[in-house]
């Protein structure tokens, strides 16, 4: 699926539909307040007969003249995720052939950049082979904030075995080991247009790819806004935000610098038509679509 937007942005999903109930992802978003939200009533974003929320785990790909950008790898199939059972030993998981699907192989991407380290966009980092980890992109770069990979690091070195986040072991040391990993600065350029921004709180090193092709710009955000309804509602934050505050902060001085800019909108996991367009309110925030 082509997006609006600089360059030429193409869509690549893992998983989508039906994910949770509004409160499993924001606490705030009790039956009550979330049925005051104009997004509930959006069949694109809400199954509103199961009363969850609509998501789509998904890869952006960037091609510009000179790269193939990929960005946030997904859940992956393979992975031990025991505590997440619709994550756990996928073997379904049909990503490299809906990459095929739009002319790319694995070989034709150079970087590989993961916008935070969680298990839904590091997990097609590498695939399952002859029993081994290795890199899904062989050519790529990953790139990750330095900031972001350390607090990852320091979490996975200091958590015992049962807590110990398994995805460092399957999808990080792996391209570690691989050498194919390029720990950035927080503003870091990976071509003239294409660069790094700090969106700290969902994670300490989260941050936002910037893309300007001089006529049009997109802010591929990550989990920064998971769904519509954080446009709405910018106060909720996730329940797997490492510092909720900080989120909230992060979530409304973006909104406040792209509303009313014409630039797209591209978060990890908004359900198509994927790419939005910011807009004031006396009261905050809303967003047109794409279609
Ligand atoms: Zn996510």
């Not at 978003?29 to 974003?45: H, Y």
């Not at 992956?76 to 809906?98: A, F, M």
């Not at 739009?102 to 399952?128: F, M, R, S, Y």
Request: aromatic share 10%.
């Amino acid at each position: 699926m082509k997006l609006p937007g600089p360059f030429a942005i193409t869509r690549i999903v893992d998983m989508e539909g039906p994910f949770r109930a509004p409160d499993f992802l924001f606490p705030d978003a009790t039956p009550e307040a979330f049925a005051e939200t104009k997004v509930s009533r959006d069949a694109r974003f809400v199954d509103v007969a199961g009363k969850q929320l609509i998501m789509s785990f998904h890869s952006l790909i960037v091609r510009t003249e000179r790269n193939v950008i990929l960005v946030d790898t997904c859940v992956g199939n393979h992975k031990e995720r025991p505590t997440l059972p619709d994550w756990h030993q996928r073997t379904d998981g049909q990503y490299l052939k809906n990459l095929a699907a739009v002319g790319l192989t694995p070989e034709a991407i150079t970087h590989v950049l993961c916008t935070h380290l969680h298990a839904d966009h590091v997990g097609w980092n590498t695939k399952l082979l002859n029993g081994r980890w290795v890199p899904t992109f062989p050519n790529a770069k990953y790139v990750m904030h330095a900031k972001e990979f350390e607090h990852a690091d320091h979490a996975q070195r200091t958590a015992d075995a049962n807590t110990r986040h398994r995805f460092w072991d399957d999808s990080v040391q792996p391209i570690l080991d691989a050498k194919q990993a390029l720990i950035v600065a927080g503003d870091f350029e990976i071509e003239p247009g294409v660069r790094l921004q700090p969106a700290p709180g969902h994670t300490p090193g989260n941050i936002v790819l910037v893309l300007d092709d001089g006529k049009q710009r997109a802010y591929l955000v990550g989990d920064t806004i998971h769904h519509p309804v954080q446009i709405e509602r910018p106060n909720w934050s996730s329940r797997f935000c490492w510092d909720a505050n900080q989120s909230r902060l992060t979530r409304a001085k973006f909104l406040g610098e792209v509303a009313d800019t014409g630039a797209w909108i591209i978060p990890a996991h908004f359900a198509p038509p994927c790419a939005v367009r910011v807009t004031s309110q006396t009261n905050g925030f809303w967003f047109n679509t794409a279609s």
